[in-house]
């Protein structure tokens, strides 16, 4: 286990580039496995999750190595089984974008029930009816979602709610189906947008991605494709509210401002300044932040992903915020966590009512997911006196070195324990080849 030792109170100033996005490389690793052939993928972002990603297209038979630019080489000719093992699958969300990869060259996959976050119920509904009318029987036997089809035919499938993962796993299944697939209430989210991009560039044929149609026209084979996946908008989004809480004026650079655009207004609305480049945002912020009530929807509507993060900066501003969580049932684990520090903050249902106090006060706290050590990282960085970020190595899992990042603007940072993600990339990629 690792801490995060942070003594608050520093602004942030400086530059920092963001990296790719992992939800992107999660869904795009898996596609690169579609081809019998090397594709090579740049701005992969140096997660654990991505690590766990490889690591599990590894153990199905792909190749999967980085090169000493940091392109992440995945080929897919040694593909050759059709059960990942349970200890890696229940790591992440994102294995189960294994079972649209393993029908579509298969027609069969034995899946273990995905892990991922602790924010609520994740349930696999969508992607197994999706399956289903795609041509697959489909059961869950023994923690496994086991799939078996004698080819896949292209359908209208409707998804229930705009699902990012299902989604994914409807796309990755039907480029290779028979026939023309039509997904109605498709999820919008720019990594929809991108990997069908990748998609596209391997020879599928898709049209609509980033509307709530997305038409898919199978065809026979894919090949390799070289491709630069999209920056991390969630990454970004973090930054920005970290100036939001703290102040000081900081340049994010590889963003893509458009992916942005409602975080943006929120913060600006909230107070602080900030300019779009093409590829720049710079933000400034000299005063406290002043409270705006936000409620999360899917693309392009506030990430849910930025709610926790959002949250923390609420703690230190001037008034009330009303932040409602519409995604998950359970995203508010870390509120407890903010009150050690002396956040006010009430809970009804899905809805936080934020009372921003003047100052928060370091205290021990305990990072139960993902964005909840964000969130904890940022009110950490605004808090009087030293905070101790407990379990801060689950911030890698979407965050590559986000304690050097922050140092480098700034901020009073210490790490005690193992975070560093390019060490575990060499043991948990192992044997996964880095070429020297
Ligand atoms: N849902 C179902 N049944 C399904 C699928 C989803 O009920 O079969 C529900 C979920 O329980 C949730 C809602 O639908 O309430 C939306 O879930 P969605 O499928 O869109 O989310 P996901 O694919 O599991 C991805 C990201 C999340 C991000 C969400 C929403 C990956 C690997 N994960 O999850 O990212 O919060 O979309 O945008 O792409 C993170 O990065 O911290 C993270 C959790």
Redesign the pocket.
Same mark, same amino acid.
């Given at each position: 286990m690792a801490v995060f030792r942070i003594a608050g109170g520093a602004p942030l100033y400086g530059h920092v580039t963001v990296g790719g996005s992992?939800?992107s490389a999660?869904?795009i690793l898996a596609a690169a496995a579609l081809a019998e052939g090397e594709s090579v993928l740049e701005n992969i972002p140096k997660h654990t999750d991505v690590y766990v990603m490889c690591r599990i297209l590894e153990e199905l038979g792909v190749r999967v190595w980085v090169d000493q630019k940091g392109r992440f080489h995945v080929d897919g000719r040694g593909l050759s089984r059709y059960t990942p093992s349970y200890d890696l699958a229940r790591r992440?969300?994102?294995s189960i974008y294994t079972a649209g990869l393993l029908l579509a060259r298969f027609g069969r996959a034995e899946v273990p029930l995905p892990g991922?976050?602790a924010?609520? @119920?994740?349930?696999?509904?969508?992607?197994?009816k999706g399956f289903q009318q795609l041509g697959a029987d489909v059961s869950i036997e023994h923690g496994l979602i086991k799939a078996e089809t004698a080819g896949l035919v292209g359908t209208k499938i409707y998804i229930n709610? &705009? @699902?990012?993962? &299902?989604t994914?796993n409807m796309m990755l299944a039907a480029v290779l189906a028979k026939g023309t697939t039509v997904l109605e209430n498709a &999820?919008k989210?720019p990594?929809v947008v991108d990997l069908a991009i990748f998609l596209n560039a391997m020879g599928a044929k898709i049209r609509g991605a980033g509307t709530d149609v997305i038409k898919i026209q199978g065809v026979s084979k894919l090949q390799p494709a070289e491709y630069s996946i999209i920056p991390d908008r969630?990454e970004a989004g973090t930054f920005m509210i970290a100036v939001g809480a703290c102040g000081g004026e900081v340049t994010l650079h590889n963003v893509v401002p458009e992916h942005l655009r409602t975080p943006v207004i929120k913060l600006k609305e909230a107070g602080l300044h900030i300019e779009a480049g093409d590829s720049e945002l710079v933000v400034r912020s000299h005063k406290r932040p002043v409270s705006v009530d936000v409620e999360t929807a899917?693309y392009p509507g506030f990430?849910?992903?930025l709610q926790q993060p959002f949250v923390a900066m609420m703690s230190v501003a001037e008034g009330t915020s009303v932040v409602r969580e519409t995604?998950?049932?359970d995203r508010f684990r870390y509120v407890d966590e903010l009150r050690r520090m002396g956040a006010d903050i009430k809970m009804e249902q899905d809805t936080a009512i934020v009372r921003g106090v003047q100052r928060l006060t370091g205290a021990p706290v305990e990072v139960s997911d993902?964005?909840a050590g964000a969130a904890l990282v940022i009110a950490a960085l605004a808090a009087d006196g030293e905070t101790r970020v407990e379990g801060a190595e689950v911030l890698s899992r979407?965050y590559e070195r986000i304690d050097q990042k922050l140092a480098a603007l700034g901020a009073r940072i210490a790490v005690e324990g193992e975070i560093d993600s390019d060490g575990l990339f060499a043991e948990l990629c192992h044997p996964m080849r880095v070429e020297t």
């Open positions: 992992k939800n999660l869904a992440i969300r994102g991922g976050c924010i609520g @119920s994740r349930g696999v509904d969508f992607h197994i709610r &705009a @699902s990012v993962g &299902a994914v &999820a989210e990594e969630l899917v990430p849910t992903d995604i998950f049932t993902l964005r979407g």
